[in-house]
T-cell receptor, first 113, second 114 residues
Framework: GENVEQHPSTLSVQEGDSAVIKCTYS??????FPWYKQELGKGPQLIID?????GEKKDQRIAVTLNKTAKHFSLHITETQPEDSAVYFCAARRMGSARQLTFGSGTQLTVLP | EAGVAQSPRYKIIEKRQSVAFWCNPI?????LYWYQQILGQGPKLLIQFQNNGVVDDSQLPKDRFSAERLKGVDSTLKIQPAKLEDSAVYLCASSSPANRNEQFFGPGTRLTVL
């Protein structure tokens, strides 16, 4: 089955700096890669996603890049703010797998004021 | 639009006891998922329903876990008997083709087994 590895497990940045979180996946048939933000005591919330026919996607301060050949994808957050502090999860979904997601282990992002 | 509802939010039980969790998905969402999230890890799918039918329960420990979605709307997940390693947050999610199959998660139930 699919295996998703995520790094780093913790990340601290100064407010206004950029943060980058990286994930690798094992199944070359995976074609959908969402990123979730999970705040304390809440369920994960989708913040951005990318499909395998696209190399990059941007939404305001958040961007995701995908390298299908290397089987890795990254989340980029620019101009970080204290409210960006949360746990971020990457995930991958295999083509035709009944929409099942395999999640990475998460990154605790702390934005220091 | 109301989100995914789950109850209870917290539950503490002793090992070998039974526990049940309830989930009400977003109205109209045919697909419902139960995940187990152990502290410090990502969510792991336990079971997926399409309406009232099971799509995948390959990662559900069927000797102690069971789940049902009898009328194709709300769902219950049961653990009987509980073990210490079942301590985790149990997340429910739902999705619909109308929302590009994006999974919407509930707040979860935090289970502590003593």
């Amino acid at each position: 089955g699919e295996n998703v590895e995520q790094h780093p497990s913790t990340l601290s940045v100064q407010e206004g700096d950029s943060a980058v979180i990286k994930c690798t996946y094992s199944d070359s048939a995976s074609n959908y890669f969402p990123w979730y933000k999970q705040e304390l005591g809440k369920g994960p919330q989708l913040i951005i996603d990318i499909r395998s026919n696209v190399g990059e996607k941007k939404d305001q301060r958040i961007a995701v890049t995908l390298n299908k050949t290397a089987k890795h994808f990254s989340l980029h957050i620019t101009e970080t703010q204290p409210e960006d502090s949360a746990v971020y999860f990457c995930a991958a979904r295999r083509m035709g797998s009944a929409r099942q997601l395999t999640f990475g282990s998460g990154t605790q992002l702390t934005v220091l004021p | 639009e109301a989100g995914v509802a789950q109850s209870p939010r917290y539950k503490i039980i002793e090992k070998r006891q039974s526990v049940a969790f309830w989930c009400n998905p977003i109205s109209g969402h045919a697909t419902l998922y139960w995940y187990q999230q152990i502290l410090g890890q990502g969510p792991k799918l336990l079971i997926q329903f399409q309406n009232n039918g099971v799509v995948d329960d390959s990662q559900l420990p069927k000797d102690r876990f069971s789940a049902e979605r009898l009328k194709g709307v709300d769902s219950t997940l049961k653990i009987q008997p509980a073990k210490l390693e079942d301590s985790a947050v149990y997340l429910c999610a739902s999705s619909s083709p109308a929302n590009r199959n994006e999974q919407f998660f509930g707040p979860g139930t935090r289970l502590t087994v003593l």
